[in-house]
C-alpha cells in the first residue's frame, strides 16, 4: 500500500522503527514518557494533516477539536458516570461534529488561506472561555478523572502496556491516513488544495469535500485528547483548548512532511527529541521548547518545503522526482 | 444537445454578454469565435455553472440547467476547460487525469487505469509520471484536455485549447478532437486560431462585444462583412471588397 520512493525515506523510517521499538528495551522510564507524550501529540498532528496536509486548509485551531474530545469525555466519566470507552467514542463524535460544524460556517461562507486559519483559532479561543467559565466543565478548576487502572476504564498501571497501546493508535490513525491517501477521497481532497476551479469542473463537490475533511480530522483530533485525559486524569481549559496545542498540531506535519503518512509522525517524534535534548541541557527554563519550535520551523521552511520526508525522497538511487508519496 | 437563450451578465457598468443565443447538436464540432474581450469566456463560465447568469437560460439535453453548481453540470455531462490552464500543478499527469476519472471510477485502480488509457490516447503516454507543472504549454492544453475526458463527458466547452501552440502542435489536436468527436462526443470550442476553427468546426457563433453578431458556416463567416469589421476594424469590409475590385 505504501510506495516508497527513495532510499532516504525509508532509512528515515527505519530510523524511527528502531526508535519506537527500542524504548522497550532502553528500559528507562523517562525516554518512554516522553515518547509516550510524543505518541499523542502524533496523533493530533495526523489530525491536523488531514485538512492541511492533504487538503491544504491550514488551521490555527486544533486546540478545538483536541480540547472537545477531551472534555466531551471528562464530562460524559465524571459527571454521568460513562465508561471510559462509550465516552471516547462519544468525544470522538463530539469533535467531529464540531469540525464539521466549523467547516460547514467557514466554507459556506468561502473562507480561505490565512482567513481559515483565524476562524479556526477563533473557534478554539471562544470554546477555551466557556470551557473556563462554565461549572459544568469544571470551570477554572478543570475536570479530574478517578484513578481506577483497568483496561475496561482505559487506565493502565503498566507503562509498558499503555506504551504498546498508544502505539496501536498510533499505526491504525496511520493506516486510515493511508487509506485517505489512496482513496477517491483523498484524491479530491488534494485536488482541492491544488486547484479549486479545476476540482469543480471536474465534477467534484468541493463544499462537501472540505467539511468532510474537517469531520475526519475532527474524529483524529478528538481521539488525542481523549488519549491524553486518559494519560494524565485531568484537563482544564488552557490545557485542553489552549493555542499551544493548536501550534503543536501543525508544527510536526510541516516539519515532517504535511500530507504525507509518515511525516506527521516523524515530524513529532524529531521535534519532541530536539525539545526534549534542549530541557536537558538547558536546565527547564519554561517556554523554551517553544522558541526552539520556532527556530526549528522557520529553518525547517527554508531549507525543506516538503518536510523530512521530501527531504529524504531526494537521496537514493530511485529519487528521481519530487514526490511526497510516503 | 446544448441549448443557451438570451443569457446576459453585466460586471459593474460593462455589459460583457448580452442574450446570446446558441444551440450545439448533438455530435457535432460548433466553433464560437470573437475578438479578444468578446465575452466568449464568460459565455463559458454562465454556462458549465461557475457563474450565475443575470438573465436567460441554458438547457442540456432539453433539461434546464440555468445556475446549477459546475459539479452537478459535470454530472450531467458537461465540462469546461480553462483557457488559462489550471492544472493540480504538485501531482503528475497520471493524477491529474486521474481525479477527473474517479468522478464515474470511485477505485484507485479503475481511476488509475482509465487515467493511463485517456493519456495515451492523447498522446501523453510517456509523460504520464512527470509531474504536471513539468510540461509545456501544449502539454498543459491537452492535459486539460484529458482530464475533462476523463470524467466520462459527452459535451465538452473547450477555450482556446489551441493559442499558444506551433502550427504541427495546432495539427495533432486537430486530428486528436476528431477522433473524440467520432467516438461519440460533443465539442463547443472558443477559438482563435482561424485554421483549426475552419478544418474543424460545422457551424461558428461569432461573439463581438457581447453580442451575437453572426452564426454560419466558417466559410460564410470570414464573408460576413459584419465578422470581419469585427475583427479588423470599423470599415475594413469595405477597403477589402475595393482591394478585390481594383
Ligand atoms: N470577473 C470579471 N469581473 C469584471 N469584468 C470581467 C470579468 N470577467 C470578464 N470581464 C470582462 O468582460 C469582458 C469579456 O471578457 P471575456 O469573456 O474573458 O472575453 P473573451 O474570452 O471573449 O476574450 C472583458 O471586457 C472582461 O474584462
Ligand atoms: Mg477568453
Known amino acids: 500500500m505504501m510506495k516508497l ?99 460547514a460556517l467557514a466554507f459556506r461562507y468561502g473562507v480561505k488561506g490565512s482567513y481559515f486559519a483565524l476562524v479556526t483559532l477563533a473557534f478554539a479561543e471562544v470554546f477555551r472561555i466557556c470551557a473556563a467559565s462554565f461549572d459544568f466543565a469544571g470551570g477554572g478548576s478543570g475536570l479530574q478523572l478517578k484513578l481506577a487502572p483497568g483496561i475496561s476504564n482505559i487506565q493502565f498501571a503498566d507503562r509498558t502496556v499503555l506504551y504498546t497501546f498508544l502505539l496501536a493508535i498510533v499505526v491504525l490513525v496511520m493506516l486510515l491516513t493511508a487509506w485517505i491517501k489512496y482513496s477517491r477521497f483523498g484524491a479530491y481532497l488534494v485536488a482541492v488544495r491544488e486547484n479549486e476551479d479545476a476540482a469543480r469542473a471536474l465534477g467534484i463537490d468541493t463544499y462537501r469535500i472540505k467539511v468532510l475533511a474537517m469531520a475526519v480530522s475532527g474524529a483524529f483530533g478528538g481521539l488525542a485528547g481523549v488519549l491524553y485525559l486518559q494519560l494524565w486524569l485531568f484537563i482544564d481549559s488552557s490545557i485542553a483548548y489552549g493555542s499551544s496545542v493548536s501550534i503543536e498540531a501543525l508544527i510536526g506535519p510541516i516539519i515532517g512532511g504535511a500530507g504525507t503518512v509518515w511525516g506527521p509522525v516523524l515530524g513529532t517524534l524529531g521535534l519532541h527529541l530536539i525539545g526534549e535534548g534542549a530541557k536537558t541541557l538547558l536546565s527547564n527554563a519554561p517556554g523554551l521548547n517553544f522558541v526552539l519550535y520556532a527556530v526549528v520551523l522557520i529553518c525547517a521552511l527554508r531549507f525543506m518545503p516538503n518536510g523530512l520526508v521530501g527531504l529524504a525522497g531526494r537521496i537514493g538511487p530511485f529519487a528521481k522526482k519530487e514526490s511526497k508519496d510516503a | 444537445m446544448l441549448e443557451v437563450e438570451n443569457l446576459s451578465k453585466s460586471f459593474g457598468g460593462l455589459k460583457a454578454v448580452s442574450n446570446a443565443t446558441l444551440q450545439v447538436p448533438e455530435g457535432s464540432i460548433v466553433g464560437l469565435l470573437g475578438p479578444n474581450g468578446a465575452g466568449k469566456t464568460t459565455c463559458f463560465t454562465m454556462i458549465a455553472g461557475f457563474t450565475k447568469p443575470d438573465s436567460g437560460s441554458v438547457r442540456l439535453r432539453g433539461k434546464d440547467i440555468t445556475g446549477l453548481a459546475p459539479h452537478h453540470i459535470c454530472n450531467l455531462g458537461m465540462i469546461r476547460t480553462f483557457q488559462i490552464v489550471q492544472p493540480f500543478a504538485g501531482l503528475t ?69 489551441m493559442a499558444g501552440l506551433i502550427p ?18 460533443t465539442f463547443l470550442m472558443i477559438e482563435h486560431v482561424m485554421q483549426a476553427v475552419m478544418s474543424l468546426a460545422e457551424t461558428a457563433y461569432v461573439l463581438n462585444q457581447g453580442v451575437m453578431i453572426a452564426h454560419g458556416t466558417p466559410r460564410d463567416l470570414v464573408r460576413d462583412p459584419a465578422v470581419v469589421e469585427a475583427y479588423l476594424g470599423h470599415g475594413a469590409a469595405q477597403r477589402l471588397q475595393e482591394d478585390d475590385h481594383a
Do not use: C
Open chain 2, 168 to 185: 504541427t502542435e495546432i495539427n495533432e489536436i486537430v486530428g486528436i478532437i476528431r477522433q473524440i468527436r467520432d467516438e461519440g462526443h
Open chain 2, 93 to 161: 499527469v497520471e493524477e491529474n487525469i486521474a481525479v477527473g476519472a474517479y468522478l464515474h471510477h470511485h477505485e484507485r485502480k479503475e481511476a488509475m487505469a482509465v487515467a493511463r488509457d485517456v493519456g495515451k490516447r492523447l498522446g501523453m503516454g510517456t509523460l504520464l509520471d512527470r509531474p504536471a507543472s513539468a510540461l509545456t504549454i501544449a502539454g498543459r492544453k491537452r492535459l486539460e484536455l484529458a482530464r475533462a475526458l476523463a470524467t466520462g463527458a459527452k459535451l465538452l466547452l473547450l477555450d482556446e485549447v
Open chain 1, 5 to 103: 520512493n527513495s532510499t532516504g525515506q525509508v532509512v528515515l523510517i527505519l530510523v524511527a522503527v528502531a526508535y519506537l521499538l527500542g524504548v522497550y528495551f532502553i528500559s528507562s522510564p523517562v525516554w518512554m514518557g516522553f515518547t509516550i507524550n510524543a505518541l499523542i501529540v502524533a496523533v493530533l498532528a495526523l489530525s491536523w494533516n488531514v485538512t492541511g496536509g492533504f487538503g491544504g486548509l491550514s488551521s490555527f485551531g486544533h486546540a478545538v477539536l483536541y480540547g472537545t474530545g477531551a472534555y466531551t469525555s471528562a464530562i460524559l466519566q465524571v459527571t454521568y458516570g460513562v465508561n471510559a470507552w462509550v465516552a471516547l467514542v462519544a468525544g470522538i463524535a463530539m469533535a467531529a461534529a464540531v469540525g464539521g460544524f466549523i467547516g
